[in-house]
């Protein structure tokens, strides 16, 4: 039988602390909220305890960011979509951030087992001046453990709508895509980290934020299949390829402490459940 799960976060300021309020159906649980950095911004780690999605499960998790407010919220563990006989399992996530809110969403990453059929969806809803800083780190098979990506799907989904929407199908048997050098060139693992600005990002900042992202790919070994750009006056992405996970995750822990301090002239001190 299908596991169907929703939480929804909401962040509101009251007397210049972010609070978090919650509501979750199913196995989606979020753990106590921490001020490792004062009382502006709240931490906050997700539970999932199935630990993965087979076939019919949904997860769908919703944030709301009031004005003012500053969530930062993780996950202990990687996103699984385990082997499916047919139909797929999803998760969907909606980012709402009004105006003047901020929000860090960074999960570890997704792993697509062999076989699965996945579906992974991010929607987003910024009002003026609300930032948004996220990724999506996404492995396709577990190549460590001789697992490879050798059937199955899995499909990704960003919209911003009236900004930003792409999504691409990754199927095992599409070697020219997998394999070819001018898609992910036999590289397993494929990342995405943004900054996304509800109002415009005046183009003095925008070189700013470039040049610090810059510094640090540009030093860093997965300097030849990684790269930032700011595609649009709303955004900048970084896009990385690397055979599997744990160098991509380096890298956009750099590039996340690099935007954080400055786009935001904030701390570098990285959520305490990366380092247990």
Request: glycine fraction near 10%; proline fraction near 8%; aromatic fraction near 6%.
């Amino acid at each position: 039988m299908p596991w169907n799960a929703q939480l929804s976060l909401d962040y509101r300021l009251e007397s210049d602390r972010t609070v978090l309020r919650f509501a979750h159906d199913g196995p989606l649980r979020v753990l106590k909220s921490l001020y490792p950095e004062g009382d502006a911004i709240c931490h906050n780690v997700l539970v999932h305890p199935p630990g993965g999605l087979v076939q019919g499960d949904t997860l769908d998790l919703r944030f709301t960011v009031a004005p003012g407010a500053h969530g930062l919220v993780s996950t202990p563990g990687a996103t699984r979509f385990y082997r499916s006989n047919g139909e797929p399992a999803t998760q969907r996530v909606h980012l709402t951030l009004q105006p003047g809110a901020r929000l860090e969403w960074l999960p570890l990453e997704t792993i697509a087992y062999p076989g699965c059929h996945g579906r992974n969806h991010v929607v987003l809803d910024l009002s003026e001046g609300a930032e948004l800083l996220a990724w999506d780190v996404c492995a396709l098979g577990l190549p460590a453990t001789g697992q490879p990506f050798d059937e199955g799907d899995l499909h990704q989904r960003l919209h911003w709508p009236g900004h930003w929407l792409e999504e691409v199908h990754l199927q095992a048997q599409d070697t020219r895509l997998l394999n070819s050098p001018l898609g992910l060139a036999g590289h397993r693992c494929l990342g995405t980290l943004w900054l996304a600005c509800g109002t415009a990002i005046p183009p003095p900042r925008r070189d700013t934020l470039l040049a610090a992202l810059n510094g640090v790919l540009e030093q860093h070994p997965l300097a030849a299949s990684a790269g930032a750009t700011a595609p649009q006056a709303n955004t900048l992405v970084v896009r990385c390829l690397a055979p599997n996970v744990e160098p991509v995750m380096e890298l956009f822990q750099r590039l996340w402490q690099q935007l954080r301090q400055h786009a935001w002239g904030l701390g570098t001190a990285s959520p305490r459940i990366w380092h247990v």
